[in-house]
């Protein structure tokens, strides 16, 4: 006989079946909840396609039928075993499938194309994921060192599969593991007391078909780390200088040379959410003869200006700074690509008087 391939887990077999050697076929009994066929039954494919027809209240299909049947409620199976929100619409596709292939049909209804193989591999991706992910969770960030937390990182790099985009059932897996990913980052504490990082990433996220909301920040801890950082000192400074001197009040906006309003902080958390932003000031002097300041730094969040991070990012950033300038720097990118993390306007937003920096 000559040689086949199961077309679920693509092994070669040279038996008798149609559509799944020995090993598969008796898993998909244990997976679609079938008594095992006993031995007096002599095709046990054809007896698990006859069970999937009568689970599906389909009787007297024919032969043809009910092997296409069978494969659409095997990748079925497996697309609600993944529980991704973004696969509902496929599900949703396939069912409808599904529900066409009747007695008196004349086609078999294909409004999705797939092969159980690819769901297959899909499904065990998502398997490896979840396993890693459990132990990804019970890392203790700040305990671990950078080969360690990197290694952690790497070992999911698997999802960030650029070739996978084409499909779009691939698509809405990898599209899912790399938005759970993400979340992780966030929740979990792999942005380690970066707040405004966090912030901006969680903001970023979003599941297929939406966009994310533009954000103001006025967020007093935020503020704080703005106001005390040694690039905010010098560009209040140099705009003090450049535009206050002998004057009462003075206004910095877009109508002033760009390279007024830029400002690009030195490390920490402001140096990994902020990467070309642009900061205007309302300033006027109180009674004290004292600048008092409205600020509002704005930025566009993009994943992919992270690019550049390890060429300015501060020498003396903690033990995790390689990691956030280049692995997830990759990452990120892909993720873009992906439409996961989505572009979107900021504006932090704060007072402050001389004195206070």
């Known amino acids: 006989m000559d040689e086949k391939r199961c077309i679920l887990c693509n092994k070669p077999y040279n038996y008798k079946y149609e559509m799944f050697g020995r090993g598969c076929l008796d898993n998909l009994y244990d997976l679609l909840g079938f008594s095992k066929s006993p031995r007096i039954i002599w095709n046990k494919e054809l007896n698990l396609c006859t069970k999937i027809a009568w689970k599906n209240h389909k009787f007297f299909l024919n032969k043809k039928k009910k092997y296409a049947l069978a494969q659409k409620y095997i990748a079925l199976t497996y697309l609600n075993m993944m529980n991704y929100e973004a696969l509902n619409d496929i599900k949703e596709q396939i069912s409808n499938d599904i529900k066409k292939i009747k007695v008196f049909s004349e086609n078999i209804v294909e409004t999705v194309s797939f092969s159980l193989n690819e769901i297959y591999k899909l499904y065990n991706y998502t398997q490896k994921f979840n396993e890693i992910l459990k132990e990804v969770k019970k890392v203790i960030w700040e305990e671990v060192d950078e080969k360690v937390a990197e290694g952690f990182i790497k070992s999911l790099s698997f999802i960030f599969d650029e070739t996978k985009k084409a499909n779009p059932i691939s698509y809405a897996v990898f599209y899912s593991m790399q938005y759970t990913f993400w979340q992780i980052v966030v929740v979990g504490g792999i942005l380690n007391n ?158 402050t008087k001389e004195g206070e920096f």
């Open 194 to 351: 970066k707040k405004l990082s966090s912030m901006l990433l969680f903001n970023s996220l979003s599941i297929i078909g939406k966009k994310p909301n533009d954000l103001v920040i006025e967020d007093d801890e935020i503020t704080g780390l703005i106001i005390k950082s040694e690039a905010f000192k010098e560009r209040i400074n140099q705009l003090i200088k450049k535009y206050g001197e002998n004057k009462e009040e003075f206004i910095v906006n877009n109508e002033v040379p760009k390279e007024d309003v830029l400002i690009r902080f030195e490390g920490g958390d402001l140096l990994y959410a902020l990467h070309n932003a642009t900061m205007y000031v309302k300033a006027k002097k109180d009674k004290e003869n004292k600048w008092n300041f409205e600020i509002e730094i704005n930025d566009t969040y993009d994943f992919t200006d992270f690019k550049d991070l390890k060429e300015y990012a501060d020498a003396k950033e903690g033990k995790l700074r390689d990691i956030f300038s280049s692995t997830l720097n990759n990452l990120g990118v892909v993720s873009s690509e992906y439409g996961v993390i989505k572009t979107y306007n900021l504006k932090i937003k704060f007072k």
